[in-house]
Structure formats: C-alpha cells, structure tokens
C-alpha cells in the first residue's frame, strides 16, 4: 500500500478556528496519529473530543500524509492544544505560521466552502456530508421502538471510509451497531438478511433495514474477550468446519441467493475478471513498465490455473468474500459479518483466506505456528467437503488455491476500486500491485520446479 502519515484536523462548530499542536521547538501543526489505518475511534481519541465527528472524505497528499477532518464542539480535553484562526490560512500552504505539508491549507478551505455552501455532486459517500448522523438517528428512533428498544445516547462512530460507515449504538440494557454502505455495495443488507434466513446462526440477527439507503440495524457481536475485535486463530478450524457446511447446505438455495444480490463470481466471471486485472487495472499508473508487461504475460497462466481448479468438479458455493478473523465474531460459535463481498465460486477460496488469516494471527506468517494454523484450517474445511464429494480429490487441490484465491482478490481490489470515487483510491492504492508481484513469483517458483 501506499506510504501514509495521518493527521487530523479537528474544526470549530463555526468552523472559522481549526485545533493545533506543537511540541518544543516545533512550529504549531495538526494533531498527528500514528496508526497506518487508524479507526474513528482513535482520530476522535487524538484531539480529544469525544463528539467529533467526520466532515470530509481524508485525502492524501503525494508525500504521504493523510488529512482526517473533524468537526467537533469546540472543546478539547488534548494537552497543549490551542486553536488557531482558519483566517490564518491565507498565505501559501500555511507560511504564515502554522506547519502545513503542501496542499493542506487548500483542502482545509475546500472543506470549509463545500460545509457552509454544499459540496457537489462527485459521487461522495453521504457519510461525508453535513446532517447525514441526525438522519440516521431520527431513522434510529423511528426503528429502535419496534424490536423494544430505546436509544440512551448518542450514535458513536467506530469505523467511517469511502464504502460503508459503522456507529455502535448505545441503548437500554445495551447496544446495537448501525451500518451503512456505499452505492456499489448497497446490497449488503439484502445480503446478510438472505445468509441469515438460511443460517441464522451463522449471521448477524438483522433488526431493521432500509434498503433505498443501504441501512442496516443489527444486534451486537461477541468476540469472547479477544482483543481488537478479532477472532483468536485457535477458534479458525472450527469456522473452517462452519464455513464448509453452509456452503453444502446452500447448494440447493443458490437461485435465492442470486436473486438476494449474490453475485456470480464463477470459472467465467473470474477469467473476465483477470483479463481487466491484467490489461487494464485502475493501478495501472503505480505499476513499472516491466509490471505492466508482467502483468499481461501472468494472464494466460493464472486463466489456466483457474480452470484446471474447477474442472476437479466442486460445485460453485456461498462464499463469504472477504472471510479474516476480523470478520467472524466469536462467543462459542462463530458468527461471520460483513457480507458485502457474498458471492458463488469455487468453495475453497473462502477457506484459503481464513487460513492465512489464522497464520497471520498465529504466528506473523511465517514460521512453524503459522503454518501449523493454516494447515488446521485447511484440514477441518477440506473433511467436510471430502466427505460430501469422496470422488473427488479434495487434498489434491490446496496448491491450485493458493494461486486462485490470490488471483480472486485481486479481482475483488479492481472492482473495490471502481466502487470508489477516484479521490478515495488512495486508501487501498498499492494492494492490487503486491498481489501481481506475488502472483507474478509464485508462477517463477513453479515454473523453477517444473524444470
């Protein structure tokens, strides 16, 4: 991924005074935060005002520095903080005193105007825009009453990017979280009511949704005390087991999950997919000359890699899409969220991912315990498959997975991409490049051991 330094801009209600620092020495300058990808949590944790909330889309400078504005209640409990004149803004890139990186000052007068006048219609999430939050929580109160309940405190944003938003949501007795996606992936709701019609205990239990704006109400999730909202790896072989199951059992509803919105990632639509991947990606302009011609050459093999995959004979099934231990909640069984990416392919994509997040977690990705995990997850799905299709040599087919499932995220990048406004691309700009260089070495090792 590209190189990112975030700060956070925290504004005034009136938005004329703007938060800022400096450390000894130092001419003053917007809070900085030291996580590569830091939640809203943390942003509103740096400048210390708990209301804080989003009042742009962050963007990147081409040094690398991240700019998250905020807008707050004029209050902050931050050490050392004083607010400063957005008047002082006027000289070049903040030469008057405050310590701005190039294009900063502009993009702080740009939030300022589109806030007080209307921001245009660019296809912006409408997250960013002002008066989304007092929607969703006059929606929250319309809602809340019909499952018996009542809210009993402000929304809290916990993570706001370009393809969807997520608030917990304080109420008597508890909470429940809110989300809401992007335009492109406005399914989801339909999605997760459709998993959770077939498995309800594999999916979230869904309160309320409203389908025109991509809401969805949902009740809490457990992770049994993990940290981070990240499932423990020990617990994967198991998901493993789950995953396996429900995709058997699905095979007979495959028409209704079409028609809830799954889409149809198949042989065909993964080889159409890798030809855009490979000919024409939005990451063209990060690539080298020799990675785009690689990039070309790594088509015919991964085509081919692809089809020997399926032609073993696995039936396409329910695939979660994206399923890390950071999308499955944990309290003695496992429950998968964030269906945004549900689709039918071959059922052993969604295992290899689960296997090397558990590797990760286990073990960094490397070394005897990471692969102990990937193994163990491997095993517990491939017995069950083994077990409903005994003709078919289940074992047999790890090596090929471990190309395709790379091949199909990168696949997923590219159309996550175009999902994006191209203002927002920066945030996973760089990742579909890593997967081709991988790709592109993985095809040199086998073609090392081929010869």
Known sequence: MLARHHQVALLDPSLTRVLVVADEGERPHLVRIEPRWPDHRELVAAVGDPSAFVAAAPWREDGGTVTNVLVGDGTTTLTGAAWWPLAGLDGLDGLDGLDLVPGQADGLRRVVRERRDGAPDDGRAPWWLPGWREQVVAWLDEVLPRSGHARAGEPEAVKVWSLSAVLRVPVTGGELWFKATCEGFGTEPALTLAVAGLAPRLAPRVLAVDPDRAWMLMEPLSWGGAEDDVTAPEHAPAVARALARL????????????????????????????????????????????????????????????????????????????????????????????????????????????????????????????????????????????????????????????????????????????????????????????????LAAARAAAAATAG
């Open 247 to 438: 995709q058997l059992d699905t095979l007979a509803h495959r028409g209704t999950l079409l028609r809830a919105g799954v889409t149809d990632r198949g042989l065909e639509a993964t080889v159409a997919g890798l030809a855009t991947v490979c000919r024409d990606s939005v990451e063209q302009h990060l690539m080298t000359d020799e990675q785009r011609a690689t990039a070309r050459d790594l088509e015919p093999w991964l085509v081919e890699q692809c089809r020997t995959l399926w032609a073993a004979g696995l039936p396409d099934a329910l695939n979660h899409g994206d399923l890390h231990l950071g999308n499955v909640a944990w309290d003695g069984r496992p429950v998968l969220y964030d269906w945004t990416d549900a689709c039918l392919t071959h059922p052993f994509l969604d295992a290899q991912h689960l296997a090397d997040s558990a590797a990760r977690e286990a073990g960094q990705g490397t070394g005897g315990a990471a692969e102990e995990a990937r193994a163990a997850v491997r095993e517990a799905h491939t017995e069950v498959w083994r077990a409903a299709y005994p003709s078919v040599d289940v074992d047999a087919l790890w090596p090929l997975v471990l190309v395709v499932e790379a091949a199909f995220q990168a696949v997923t990048f590219e159309q996550l991409y175009r999902a994006q406004p191209e203002a927002e691309r920066w945030e996973l700009a760089g990742v579909l490049v890593e997967i081709l260089d991988k």
